[in-house]
């Protein structure tokens, strides 16, 4: 169908369907003839933007999104650590620069969350060292509460002035005590999970993957998934390879059975590199996906590079049933990774580019 507005507007849909992880617990299949057309599933009406809104809004969903890296958040700067006032002035600029956090595992699944006109941002934290999350014991009523200086903690402040930021994030832990902090492992888990944050796969021991047999791959990764489902009956759905350590074979990345339980990784992310592709890309390769190193350094150098080629990255358009991309760029899409979801293509005319 071709809605005309000024420019041109294309719409196709496509039948989606994501495997789950545990075939004896299949979803309810709906219908797409039942789906409401005039609903949205951001909280909006899922109409297509007017030509003003694209103009203003320049959706581009098959650029890239930034997945942040950090690893220790201290007091100081340091190769592998983040002081905490960078950190607060990282989250500071993030929104600035017009980025909303979403969960690793929307990205992952093609459900981009972040309103119409922002820019994704993914935050991932690996090791789950004690800067990352502390609970101590509020002064006020005795509750435990996340450490303010925490990353945790920053980020559940900043959002309170900042909404539309959101406090998404992804932390990678293994065992056998993740933020340092051995006697409240069920407590901290079952805080992130409950408020909203993911956990993810750093295998049981931070094993270096690179010269593991496929036994033993399976062996990390399901021990630390059957942990954390033990723990606060939550299944972790992304891994993290320590040191960035790819093995030889990929069999047990994605999916595998330790000790009677099945696990399964949506995505396995590697360290640093760059941003990575759309989840609608053709380019997407759930198997190896490139972050952006939490340094001042990088930061600079990629943040930097999207503010002169703004084209670039993804911008969204708020509606995650949709997804919006410039006319012409059709054949840089994965058929498989756009079924169910409608696709809208514009064109917008010289002087709003």
């Given at each position: ?11 196709a849909?496509y ?8 075939p004896?617990?299949?979803?309810e299949?709906?219908?797409a ?6 609903t949205?599933?951001r ?13 203003l ?8 999104v930034?997945?942040?890296m950090?690893h ?5 700067e ?6 905490r ?8 600029r ?9 969960p ?5 699944t093609?459900?981009?969350?972040a309103?119409?006109?922002r ?5 991932t934290?690996d ?12 002064e ?5 509460i996340p ?5 945790v903690?920053?980020l559940?402040e900043?959002e309170?002035?900042?909404p ?14 993740p ?10 888990l079952?805080?992130?999970v ?8 750093h295998?049981?021991n931070?094993r270096?993957?690179q ?11 399901g021990?630390?998934?059957?942990k954390?489902?033990e723990l606060?009956?939550?299944?972790p759905l992304?891994l ?5 350590g ?16 099945t696990?399964?990784?949506?995505g ?5 590199a ?8 053709s380019k ?14 990088e ?5 930097g590079?999207?503010e002169?080629?703004?084209e670039?990255?993804?911008?969204s ?5 949709k ?7 059709e ?11 409608e696709?809208?293509t ?5 002087t709003?580019?």
């Amino acid at each position: 169908m071709v809605i005309a507005v000024g420019f041109l507007l294309r719409r196709a849909v496509y039948s989606r369907v994501f495997a789950p992880k545990d075939p004896d617990n299949l979803p309810e299949e709906t219908p797409a003839e039942a789906e409401d057309p005039d609903t949205g599933d951001r909280g909006g009406p899922s109409d297509v933007l007017t030509e003003e809104q694209l103009a203003l809004l320049k959706p581009n969903e098959l650029g890239k999104v930034p997945i942040i890296m950090y690893h220790a958040i201290g007091d100081t700067e340091g190769e592998w650590q983040r002081s905490r006032a960078n950190f607060r002035a990282d989250l500071q600029r993030f929104y600035d620069l017009g980025y909303s956090l979403i969960p690793l595992n929307d990205y992952l699944t093609g459900q981009i969350s972040a309103p119409a006109g922002r820019a994704p941002l993914v935050l991932t934290f690996d090791d789950a060292t004690a800067g990352q999350f502390t609970m101590i014991e509020s002064e006020a009523d005795g509750k435990w509460i996340p450490d303010p200086d925490s990353a945790v903690g920053m980020l559940l402040e900043f959002e309170k002035s900042h909404p539309e930021f959101g406090h998404a994030a992804t932390f990678f832990i293994d065992f056998p005590a993740p933020f340092g902090d051995a006697k409240r492992v069920k407590e901290n888990l079952a805080f992130l999970v409950e408020n909203g944050m993911e956990i993810g796969n750093h295998t049981y021991n931070h094993r270096n993957l690179q010269s593991a047999s496929p036994d033993l791959v399976v062996q990390e990764i399901g021990s630390l998934a059957n942990k954390v489902w033990e723990l606060c009956g939550y299944e972790p759905l992304s891994l993290a390879l320590p040191y960035g350590g790819y093995p030889k074979s990929e069999d047990g990345l994605a999916s595998g059975e330790w000790e009677g339980r099945t696990y399964a990784n949506l995505g396995v992310l590697l360290v640093g590199a760059e941003p990575a592709p759309s989840p609608f890309s053709s380019k997407f390769s759930p198997l190896a996906i490139p972050r952006i190193r939490g340094s001042q350094e990088e930061l600079d150098k990629w943040l930097g590079n999207f503010e002169r080629y703004p084209e670039g990255r993804f911008v969204s358009d708020g509606q995650a049933s949709k997804v919006t991309i410039r006319e012409g760029e059709e054949g840089n899409l994965d058929p498989t990774r756009i079924e169910g979801l409608e696709v809208v293509t514009y064109t917008l005319s010289p002087t709003n580019r």
